[in-house]
């Protein structure tokens, strides 16, 4: 007898439930469930047991708005543990330029992760964190302003550096200064887990920083803000829209300083990541960058020149993630174009990806990688991989 909708979401919560790998998601079953959860370690294999209950419940889409009881909104699959759920959601600031600061550490391990222009070209990453605690991520790097919207989206805690004189005094006195963990105010190492590796200081002693989220998340607890809020915005399905172009390799250059590619790689079901013609890795385990869902977004940037001499080296742009812009979704080798969306600033209203048609475009459940850009039109996307070497001289 077929299921009703709401029979369906409930059969699925539960199913999910049973099929989290942490013990805190088994009470009540028996040994031998316990047992065969207990199995389920990685996020290749928990999400294969998912579709499996997609395929024979065929139930709604997650999200945008409502999510199944121990779904996490960021990736579309359940937490690992109540640990996870319980803590808030973590942002970190990760370098990426020059090149020498690669490998970087704890990428893979972050649920989502943002990449801006911090300034000329060169990128910088705010990896967020919640299933996951990796003890080294790095390394750690200075907050922007576009940081701030993130804080706002994500329900999020904000570990960084330190900044420039302007944005530091924004961040002093803004009503979010309780959210910030960072050495430019005191959190140091033995407290905070913000550590010199010394062992890198060839890269450059700014580049030698990394965080232990584990102590990120305890100071958090200690202050009393380490609450599990969630951010709604993404929608989940395990089946891929219809109507997607092809995408095998998709090419960006950053004004000619930088050049990312990601390509598909059928086996597993995502896309790698290229920096500067060689496989970009994560220092962790040498393992190579890696999403199961490219977002591109076109976000309109503004000078402040109430805040910076325009031109001046610590020059840094608003990024005006609210409203609406362009958008590209990559995922399973597929290419769609739609919108990105947010018009509320509430706390946990991070930014949908919809059609022109105001449907949701669905994202597959894993990893998302979002890049932000000025434009869309540096983004080349073709139907069969190239050359990981080739470079195409692009503005951006």
Same mark, same amino acid.
């Given at each position: ?28 079953? #028996? ?6 959860? *207990? ?12 579709? *499996? ?58 649920? &989502?992760? =943002?990449?801006?222009?911090?300034? !000329? ?38 570990? =960084? ?17 309780? &959210? ?5 105010? !005191? ?98 385990? #040498? ?23 325009? !031109? ?26 739609? =919108? ?35 434009? &869309? ?12 070497? #080739? ?6």
């Amino acid at each position: 007898m077929a299921l009703s909708t709401r029979s369906r979401a409930i059969v699925l919560s539960i199913l999910i439930l049973c099929l989290s790998f942490s013990a805190g998601f088994v009470r009540g079953q #028996d040994a031998a469930a316990a047992d065969a959860t *207990d199995r389920l370690q990685s996020p290749a294999l928990v999400a294969a047991a998912i579709a *499996d209950s997609y395929v024979r419940l065929a139930p709604e889409p997650m999200g945008p708005r409502s999510y199944p009881l121990g779904i996490n909104p960021l990736t579309g699959l359940p937490y690992p543990n109540e640990e996870a759920q319980d803590r808030r959601n973590l942002i970190v600031k990760i370098s990426n330029w020059p090149p020498k600061v690669r490998p970087q550490s704890g990428v893979n391990q972050a649920d &989502l992760v =943002y990449e801006y222009e911090a300034e !000329g070209g060169v990128t910088r990453f705010a990896a967020i964190y919640r299933n996951n605690a990796p003890e080294k991520v790095g390394s750690v790097r200075s907050a922007r302003l576009i940081d701030i919207e993130l804080i706002s989206m994500y329900a999020a805690l904000l570990a =960084y550096s330190g900044t420039s004189g302007p944005i530091h005094e924004i961040y002093r006195n803004a009503s979010f200064r309780s &959210l910030l963990l960072s050495p430019s105010f !005191g959190d140091d190492c033995p407290k905070a887990g913000f550590c010199r590796d010394n062992s890198l200081i060839g890269r450059g002693y700014e580049h030698t920083l990394f965080a232990d989220t584990r102590k990120l998340w305890e100071l958090a607890s200690a202050r009393n803000i380490n609450i599990g809020y969630r951010a709604l915005g993404f929608t989940f399905a395990l089946q891929p829209d219809a109507g997607g172009d092809v995408a095998a390799d998709i090419y960006t250059n950053w004004y000619n300083r930088t050049d990312i590619r990601w390509q598909y790689e059928p086996t597993s079901g995502r896309y790698l990541r290229f920096a500067d013609g060689v496989a970009h890795v994560d220092a962790a385990d #040498d393992s190579q960058l890696w999403a199961d869902n490219l977002i591109f977004l076109q976000v309109a940037h503004y000078p402040r020149p109430d805040l910076f001499t325009p !031109g001046s080296l610590d020059e840094s742009y608003e990024v005006a993630l609210r409203n609406q812009g362009r958008a590209y979704v990559m995922r399973e080798g597929n290419f769609y174009r739609g =919108y990105w969306r947010r018009f509320s600033a509430n706390r946990g209203e991070a930014l949908s990806l919809v059609y022109g048609n105001e449907e949701p475009i669905m994202l597959k459940p894993g990893r998302s990688w979002v890049t932000v850009m000025r434009s &869309l039109d540096p983004v080349i996307v073709r139907e069969t991989r190239g050359d990981i070497g #080739d470079t195409i001289a692009v503005g951006g």
